[in-house]
């Protein structure tokens, strides 16, 4: 009996997932195939400029920086089904149907907005999870659930400095430009991002971003 993860995996041709200001949380491997874009390289960047989605009918933008969809909170309700135009991994042009499945976020009362795609416009998801079954599985990484998780009192061990320090690396600085801008050495720096990876158990500086990321621990 195939699990909702199998099933998930084998109906979408890729899943994400934004918070409250359109920052990209989760990016799956599906989503790397189909834009040629890693995981480390979309994680935080705003949604729009990474999809580029256009509307299908009169190529006008679709995905912008002040997206509605992006902003729901828990009193909203999810859109229906929506499709717009992109370019694939090679440029070429491609359609997708997106579904939008709302996740409670524990911190601030907002949606996690986690977009399923689908190559096929208007793809209805119990039609294609009806579809799935039989289907040959993706690889897959680590669920999606886990890897969205959820407030913990991870956030409250981390000392001041560890939560400058991290606030530093959201911003895309290395170890070494930011011992230069607190003034302290290179190793110490280092020790503070092991740290900080232990404390919030992850076991990257790209998922130590991305949990601050969704934990709305970025000022």
Same mark, same amino acid.
């Given at each position: 009996?195939?699990t909702?993860e199998d099933i998930?995996y084998?109906?979408v ?10 920052r990209i949380?989760?990016w799956d491997?599906?989503c790397e195939?189909?834009f ?7 994680l935080g960047?705003p949604c729009?400029?990474?999809i ?9 933008e ?8 992006a ?6 309700k999810?859109?229906n ?5 992109? $370019?694939d991994?090679?440029? $070429?042009?491609?359609?997708?149907s997106?579904n ?5 976020s524990?911190?601030? $009362?907002k949606w996690i ?8 416009a208007n793809q209805?998801?119990l039609?294609a999870i009806d579809s799935a079954?039989?289907?040959?599985k993706r690889?897959?990484?680590r669920?999606?659930?886990t890897s969205?998780?959820?407030?913990s009192?991870?956030?409250d ?5 560890e939560k ?7 911003e895309g600085?290395?170890?070494?430009v ?6 302290i050495?290179?190793?110490t ?6 740290h900080?990876?232990?404390?919030l158990n992850v076991?990257s500086?790209v998922e ?5 990321y969704r934990?709305?621990l970025?000022?």
């Amino acid at each position: 009996m195939p699990t909702l993860e199998d099933i998930l995996y084998k109906t979408v041709d890729g899943v994400f997932a934004v918070d409250g200001k359109q920052r990209i949380i989760f990016w799956d491997p599906g989503c790397e195939e189909l834009f040629d874009r890693s995981s480390h390289w979309v994680l935080g960047r705003p949604c729009h400029e990474v999809i580029c989605g256009r509307n299908r009918i009169n190529s006008t933008e679709f995905c912008k920086p002040d997206c509605p969809v992006a902003k729901l909170s828990q009193r909203d309700k999810a859109p229906n089904n929506f499709s717009i135009k992109t $370019k694939d991994g090679e440029g $070429k042009p491609i359609d997708l149907s997106v579904n939008i499945v709302l996740i409670p976020s524990f911190c601030k $009362k907002k949606w996690i907005v986690t977009h399923l795609l689908h190559r096929f416009a208007n793809q209805d998801v119990l039609t294609a999870i009806d579809s799935a079954f039989g289907q040959t599985k993706r690889p897959k990484a680590r669920s999606l659930a886990t890897s969205l998780g959820q407030c913990s009192q991870h956030v409250d061990r981390l000392s001041p400095r560890e939560k400058e320090v991290l606030q530093l690396m959201t911003e895309g600085l290395s170890s070494t430009v930011i011992a230069k801008r607190l003034g302290i050495s290179h190793v110490t720096i280092r020790n503070h991002i092991q740290h900080i990876q232990n404390k919030l158990n992850v076991h990257s500086q790209v998922e130590a971003v991305a949990y601050a990321y969704r934990h709305n621990l970025v000022h």
